[in-house]
């Protein structure tokens, strides 16, 4: 049984929202509202499954609407059993439970103004609680227990003052605080959609005679790719030949419009079992894209996103990562390699953690804010207590026009394309690159690599891509037995040195997202300092184990290690580079990847981890790409 706290603030959520507006003629002769709706809500899916709903309005005034808890099969089941009349107007929610549990009554779109009124809403409204009693004392009954009912209830007396629904909608967006996108359709407004954003993505698609609205642009990939950025509070109204955006207090402004890159097949499984295990052979070209076209024609690192000055880099003397989850842990790695090119210090932080430990951060402060979508709550409140702060904010990003790129100073995207899998694989492998390439980028500007050096680390990171394909290519079904071999575990203990340490961590929050079990990622050389207790016999222990060769090499160490979990009856499977024979004596079993660097090994250790934990959960019956009590982005904080 789910439980929901409060305060809630400390509420996790995300949720997946589409609107659509078309003339009848293209309604009709090409594709329905309600065809267009389901089709963004099945690519949102990953936003939240815990029930989906619509909500349509006929060309002749009519609100249909149509809920169901569970995922989105069960409300396309009823919609086959109760069809809904055709239309050319719609919005549609697919729910990640928070305010209110997962039932049928609290699945969006939530009713006002005597059922003329549709709302559905992603975030959370802080203040629903006097809203809801005023409008209680005024004889407001409600069905559910969300707050989004209650912004519906606001927005309905506000349009019944109006007349008005885009005015209306500003009004209560005024009267709201917290976090939010909300969208709205009213029956005396057909071929109209109005939303407003706080905090929480929305982006508009244009067409032609037809327009959308959705979280992010896979809402609507399948019929446009021109999409247009919505700022922060800000409220759009769509009809199917306008597009009209204004602030909070009625003036009109200008969204940034852009192009979409990608096309609906990156978006699709492409064969695989799931969209994670697509994504995991994703990797190769996520990480080559990422490196494309970084040099000039100088032969110089040339990072075109980034748009402070030189004079500001130079003089910086401490970076700060400000991340959460698989983002921090490659923040994690990222430190190792641009302290030692750079010689600056590097500190890592959660991003939830940062701005209330009253972290020293000044105009000589570089903050690298690292976020696959670019809506983490946490990383953006982060971001702003940053900039006040007068530090410079280089995000680090693979969503195009999302906030924490909008919001920061300069942006590097990663161009890893969708990632659909609520667990992380192919982001983490482009932000360590990224990273990576940012040191570079900051060694080469304040003098501490010459540029043969430079030249040398990218052609390691060029070799990258087929080496993690010859991963895919060769380790694959060694990993997929031990899964499958290790389905009953309760308990996998990950370790690492250096850079393989944050991969210890990431290997075992995949596992810990995926099958549900305890999973732990410790620094080898802390095992003798206490976790070294938990070593019972049969105890399954992953070790990432270092190269053998640098000056400082921590091999012989982990080797110990090795040997200290194995003694006490421990069940040891050994990530180890090609060539290193040494390990198999201690090893149960030893999983190979390429030989490289140091510091590029994090991109091939990774992924046999990777595979391990999706197939042990999918053994377990499991679904991989939509995990219990997760969603694919934080969005609240």
């Given at each position: 049984?789910?439980?929901?706290?409060?305060?809630?603030?400390?509420?996790?959520?995300?949720?997946?929202?589409?609107?659509?507006?078309?003339?009848?003629?293209?309604?009709?002769?090409?594709?329905?509202?309600?065809?267009?709706?389901?089709?963004?809500?099945?690519?949102?899916?990953?936003?939240?499954?815990?029930?989906?709903?619509?909500?349509?309005?006929?060309?002749?005034?009519?609100?249909?609407?149509?809920?169901?808890?569970?995922?989105?099969?069960?409300?396309?089941?009823?919609?086959?059993?109760?069809?809904?009349?055709?239309?050319?107007?719609?919005?549609?929610?697919?729910?990640?439970?928070?305010?209110?549990?997962?039932?049928?009554?609290n699945a969006?779109?939530?009713?006002?103004?005597?059922?003329?009124?549709?709302?559905?809403?992603?975030?959370?409204?802080?203040?629903?609680?006097?809203?809801?009693?005023?409008?209680?004392?005024?004889?407001?009954?409600?069905?559910?227990?969300?707050?989004?009912?209650?912004?519906?209830?606001?927005?309905?007396?506000n349009?019944?003052?109006?007349?008005?629904?885009?005015?209306?909608?500003?009004?209560?967006?005024?009267?709201?605080?917290?976090?939010?996108?909300?969208?709205?359709?009213?029956?005396?407004?057909?071929?109209?959609?109005?939303?407003?954003?706080?905090?929480?993505?929305?982006?508009?698609?244009?067409?032609?005679?037809?327009?959308?609205?959705g979280?992010?642009?896979?809402a609507?990939?399948?019929?446009?790719?021109?999409?247009?950025?919505?700022?922060?509070?800000?409220?759009?109204?769509?009809?199917?030949?306008?597009?009209?955006?204004?602030?909070?207090?009625?003036?009109?402004?200008?969204?940034?419009?852009?192009?979409?890159?990608?096309?609906?097949?990156?978006?699709?499984?492409?064969g695989?079992?799931?969209?994670?295990?697509?994504?995991?052979h994703?990797?190769?070209?996520?990480?080559?894209d990422?490196?494309?076209?970084?040099?000039?024609?100088?032969?110089?690192?040339?990072?075109?996103?980034?748009?402070?000055?030189?004079?500001?880099?130079?003089?910086?003397?401490?970076?700060?990562?400000?991340?959460?989850?698989?983002?921090?842990?490659?923040?994690?790695?990222?430190?190792?390699?641009?302290?030692?090119?750079?010689?600056?210090?590097?500190?890592?932080?959660?991003?939830?953690?940062?701005?209330?430990?009253d972290?020293?951060?000044?105009?000589?402060?570089l903050?690298v804010?690292?976020?696959?979508?670019?809506?983490?709550?946490?990383?953006?409140?982060?971001?702003?207590?940053?900039?006040?702060?007068?530090?410079?904010?280089?995000?680090?990003?693979?969503?195009?026009?999302?906030?924490?790129?909008?919001e920061?100073d300069?942006?590097?995207?990663?161009?890893?394309?969708?990632?659909?899998?609520?667990?992380?694989?192919?982001?983490?492998?482009?932000?360590?690159?990224?990273?990576?390439?940012?040191?570079?980028?900051?060694?080469?500007?304040?003098?501490?690599?010459?540029?043969?050096?430079?030249?040398?680390?990218?052609?390691?990171?060029?070799?990258?891509?087929?080496?993690?394909?010859?991963?895919?290519?060769?380790?694959?079904?060694?990993?997929?037995?031990?899964?499958?071999?290790?389905?009953?575990?309760?308990?996998?203990?990950?370790?690492?040195?250096?850079?393989?340490?944050?991969?210890?961590?990431?290997?075992?929050?995949?596992?810990?997202?995926?099958?549900?079990?305890?999973?732990?990622?410790f620094?080898?050389?802390?095992?003798?300092?206490?976790?070294?207790?938990?070593?019972?016999?049969?105890?399954?222990?992953?070790?990432?184990?270092?190269?053998?060769?640098?000056?400082?090499?921590?091999?012989?160490?982990?080797?110990?290690?090795?040997?200290?979990?194995?003694a006490?009856?421990?069940?040891?499977?050994?990530?180890?580079?090609?060539?290193?024979?040494?390990?198999?004596?201690?090893?149960?079993?030893?999983?190979?990847?390429?030989?490289?660097?140091?510091?590029?090994?994090?991109?091939?250790?990774?992924?046999?981890?990777?595979?391990?934990?999706?197939?042990?959960?999918?053994?377990?019956?499991?679904?991989?790409?939509?995990?219990?009590?997760?969603?694919?982005?934080?969005?609240?904080?």
């Open positions: 049984m789910r439980t929901y706290l409060t305060p809630l603030r400390k509420i996790r959520l995300m949720c997946g929202i589409v609107g659509y507006v078309s003339k009848a003629s293209v309604d009709n002769a090409d594709h329905s509202a309600l065809d267009v709706v389901l089709s963004g809500l099945k690519r949102l899916e990953y936003r939240g499954y815990d029930s989906a709903g619509v909500a349509l309005v006929t060309a002749g005034g009519e609100l249909e609407t149509a809920k169901k808890a569970g995922k989105l099969s069960a409300l396309t089941d009823e919609l086959a059993e109760h069809p809904l009349p055709a239309a050319q107007t719609g919005i549609g929610h697919t729910r990640w439970a928070t305010h209110g549990g997962p039932t049928d009554a969006h779109p939530h009713l006002a103004d005597g059922g003329k009124l549709a709302v559905i809403h992603n975030g959370i409204i802080e203040n629903f609680a006097h809203l809801k009693a005023d409008l209680v004392a005024e004889g407001v009954e409600f069905l559910s227990q969300t707050d989004t009912e209650v912004a519906a209830a606001q927005l309905a007396k349009f019944q003052t109006t007349g008005d629904l885009t005015e209306a909608m500003r009004v209560t967006a005024t009267q709201l605080e917290g976090a939010f996108t909300l969208l709205a359709v009213h029956a005396d407004a057909p071929g109209t959609v109005v939303a407003a954003r706080r905090n929480s993505p929305l982006v508009i698609g244009l067409g032609e005679g037809e327009n959308f609205l979280s992010d642009v896979a609507f990939i399948d019929y446009t790719r021109t999409a247009v950025e919505i700022g922060q509070d800000e409220v759009v109204t769509i009809t199917p030949d306008a597009v009209v955006i204004t602030d909070i207090e009625g003036n009109e402004v200008q969204g940034t419009q852009y192009e979409v890159n990608w096309d609906t097949a990156a978006a699709e499984k492409g695989f079992a799931s969209f994670m295990d697509k994504e995991i994703d990797q190769p070209q996520a990480v080559a990422t490196l494309l076209g970084r040099m000039d024609t100088d032969g110089k690192l040339a990072l075109d996103e980034m748009h402070i000055d030189e004079t500001v880099l130079k003089t910086i003397d401490k970076i700060v990562v400000i991340a959460c989850g698989t983002a921090a842990y490659a923040g994690q790695v990222a430190r190792y390699a641009i302290e030692h090119w750079c010689r600056v210090p590097v500190e890592v932080e959660l991003a939830h953690e940062f701005r209330y430990r972290p020293v951060v000044n105009e000589k402060t903050v804010a690292i976020s696959q979508s670019g809506e983490t709550m946490d990383t953006i409140m982060a971001v702003r207590h940053a900039r006040q702060q007068g530090a410079k904010v280089i995000a680090i990003c693979n969503t195009y026009g999302s906030t924490i790129p909008r920061s300069a942006a590097l995207y990663t161009h890893a394309g969708p990632e659909i899998a609520v667990a992380s694989t192919k982001a983490f492998l482009s932000q360590v690159v990224a990273c990576y390439l940012l040191g570079l980028y900051l060694a080469q500007l304040r003098g501490n690599k010459f540029r043969d050096e430079i030249a040398a680390i990218l052609t390691e990171l060029q070799a990258i891509p087929a080496k993690v394909q010859r991963v895919l290519d060769e380790d694959k079904e060694q990993v997929l037995a031990l899964a499958r071999r290790n389905q009953d575990v309760d308990s996998v203990l990950f370790l690492g040195r250096h850079v393989g340490f944050p991969v210890a961590m990431e290997g075992a929050l995949k596992l810990k997202e995926l099958a549900y079990i305890h999973a732990e990622g620094a080898a050389g802390e095992l003798k300092h206490g976790p070294i207790a938990l070593i019972d016999d049969g105890q399954l222990v992953i070790i990432v184990v270092p190269s053998k060769r640098g000056r400082d090499s921590l091999h012989a160490k982990v080797i110990s290690n090795i040997q200290e979990v194995r006490r009856g421990a069940n040891t499977v050994v990530i180890a580079e090609e060539g290193d024979e040494e390990v198999r004596e201690f090893a149960s079993e030893v999983i190979y990847v390429p030989e490289t660097t140091t510091l590029m090994a994090p991109l091939l250790t990774t992924v046999p981890l990777q595979i391990f934990a999706m197939e042990l959960a999918t053994a377990k019956g499991l679904d991989v790409d939509q995990p219990r009590n997760l969603a694919k982005s934080v969005t609240v904080e």
